[in-house]
Nanobody
Framework: QAQLVESGGGLAQAGGSLRLSCAAS????????RGWFRQAPGKEREFVAA????????NYADSVKGRFTLSRDNAKNTVFLQMNSLKPEDTAVYYC??????????????????WGQGTQVTVSS
């Protein structure tokens, strides 16, 4: 069964860093676009970043631009979200998602049929 498994979440202080990983299992998701979304308590799930299947196109939410870096290693079927200069408002459950298309709509959660279980990121002030 196709699965996406996130790891790397945890507790960090404001200004610190965390690196999230999203590994695929059950299928390669080769050539599939990947996205990261997050959901804080009482808030809707929001787009964080997305990367195309070939890794050439990367998009970020304005709130994380310049602080987060998304990359992928297709040989390992894994994407990485490097999060620097963390802020308390980055606290949320972070979800990895995947879809076959690398076109428009990368910021829409409904366009992603495959999801991981989420990993908690907590940033203390």
């Amino acid at each position: 069964q196709a699965q996406l498994v996130e790891s790397g979440g945890g507790l960090a202080q404001a200004g610190g860093s965390l690196r999230l990983s999203c590994a695929a299992s059950g299928r390669t998701f080769a050539g599939y676009a990947r996205g990261w979304f997050r959901q804080a308590p009482g808030k809707e799930r929001e787009f964080v970043a997305a990367i195309s299947g070939n890794g050439f196109n990367i998009n970020y939410a304005d709130s994380v631009k310049g602080r987060f870096t998304l990359s992928r290693d297709n040989a390992k079927n894994t994407v990485f979200l490097q999060m620097n200069s963390l802020k308390p408002e980055d606290t949320a459950v972070y979800y990895c998602a995947s879809r076959s298309s690398s076109g428009g709509g990368y910021y829409r959660a409904v366009d992603y049929p495959y999801w991981g279980q989420g990993t908690q990121v907590t940033v203390s002030s």
